[in-house]
């Protein structure tokens, strides 16, 4: 049985993904503070007395003083109302462990089992291939697939009957008309979930191959067993 979700798409290629979080921002902004106060602070104690520093010049500064520090609060209260969201949802994911996700991400070829392949080729095709790509990028295999949705088990093995190693792949779907290519894009294949991480500010899905997918990225599940 499978249960959709929602749906976005990533590349496959980049098995770590990250997303910026309020960490940086609050760091840049405890940075700026702790700066700010150094100026004033020196600028305070080396004001010339003859000339003292314009009052009016000087409250100015205060009330930016007071603004960068209550942004720099408001900043680390996010950030930890944030982590605690994240854990949360971590915790509510951990029922995908053992399940299979579908996602734009490397497959991982045990050197028996088969990859179950969601290809989603141009509809005004006449022609599609399932580009096999080793996790280095280069083609390894090229396989000829029908214009349709439906899936695809790709075994691992290539036209001589020999299985290929073991290790990560990339599925991208070219689909051509005559010889122009209409669309180059990578499937959405189905992977175990092994593990569920924390991951910036997202929930990570760790593969069999140790890829990390964001589960924001995640389209349908499925239980194996089913």
Do not use: C, H
């Not at 089992?113 to 509809?123: E, G, K, L, V, W």
Request: charged share 20%; glycine share 8%.
């Amino acid at each position: 049985m499978t249960t959709a979700v929602t749906s976005a798409n990533t590349n496959p290629l980049q098995q770590s993904q990250t997303r910026s979080t309020a960490t940086g921002t609050t760091s840049g902004l405890s940075s700026d503070f702790e700066t700010f106060v150094k100026m004033l602070t020196a600028q305070a104690t080396n004001q010339d007395p003859l000339e003292p520093l314009d009052s009016t010049e000087y409250a100015a500064q205060l009330a930016q003083f007071s603004m960068v520090e209550q942004q720099t609060k408001s900043n680390t209260l996010l950030e930890g109302l944030q982590s605690q969201l994240g854990l949360a949802n971590m915790a509510a994911l951990s029922g995908w462990v053992g399940m299979e996700a579908r996602a734009v991400a490397p497959g991982y070829y045990d050197g028996s089992n088969s990859i179950t392949i969601a290809p989603n080729p141009a509809a005004a095709a006449d022609s599609v291939s399932l580009v096999v790509q080793d996790k280095n990028g280069q083609e390894v295999q090229r396989v000829s697939l029908p214009v349709s949705a439906e899936p695809y088990e790709w075994t691992g093995v290539d036209k001589d009957g020999n299985r290929l190693e073991v290790g990560e792949y990339s599925f991208m779907v070219e689909s051509r008309k005559g010889d122009d290519v209409l669309l180059q894009e990578y499937a959405e294949i189905y992977f175990k979930v092994n593990e569920t991480r924390m991951q910036g500010g997202d929930v990570g899905l760790i593969t069999e191959g140790g890829s990390v997918v964001l589960a924001s990225s995640v389209s349908a599940l499925r239980d194996p067993k089913s």
